[in-house]
C-alpha cells in the first residue's frame, strides 16, 4: 500500500517533481558532450585540418613544380592561371586542369621523362 501512497502524493504534486534536474538528465547532458567531442576529435578537425593543408598546396603551386593530380596524372607546371594550371606531361603535350585537382607535389626531379 505505500507505494500506490508515494504515487498519488507525486501525482498531487503534478509538474514540481518534473521540473527538478534528476541524474537521468545530467547522464544524458554528458553523454551528449561526450559524442560532440569525439565527433569533433575524430571527424571535423582532421577533415579541416587537410584542407587547410590543400589549400596552402593550391596557393604555393608556381611554375616547375612536380605534381600529380587526383585523377593519378603526373606532369611539370608550365603556367599557373587563377584557376588553373597548365601541365606538362610528355614532350609537346601539355593539358590544363582546375588548380583543386592538383592532389601533391613531388620532390624536384621525380619525373624524368620531361624536359
Avoid at 517533481?17 to 578537425?45: D, K, Y
Amino acid at each position: 500500500m505505500i507505494p500506490f501512497i508515494s504515487q498519488a502524493q507525486a501525482a498531487a504534486e503534478g509538474g514540481a517533481a518534473a521540473a527538478t534536474a534528476g541524474p537521468g538528465m545530467i547522464g544524458q547532458l554528458v553523454m551528449l558532450g561526450g559524442f560532440v567531442l569525439i565527433f569533433w576529435l575524430l571527424i571535423w578537425r582532421p577533415q579541416s585540418k587537410r584542407a587547410k593543408e590543400h589549400k596552402n598546396l593550391i596557393a604555393g603551386l608556381a611554375k616547375g613544380d612536380e605534381v600529380v593530380t587526383t585523377g593519378g596524372i603526373l606532369g611539370k607546371v608550365s603556367t599557373v592561371t587563377d584557376e588553373f594550371v597548365t601541365l606538362q606531361v610528355a614532350d609537346n603535350m601539355e593539358l590544363n586542369f582546375q588548380k583543386g585537382s592538383v592532389a601533391a607535389t613531388l620532390p624536384k626531379g621525380t619525373i624524368k621523362a620531361i624536359k
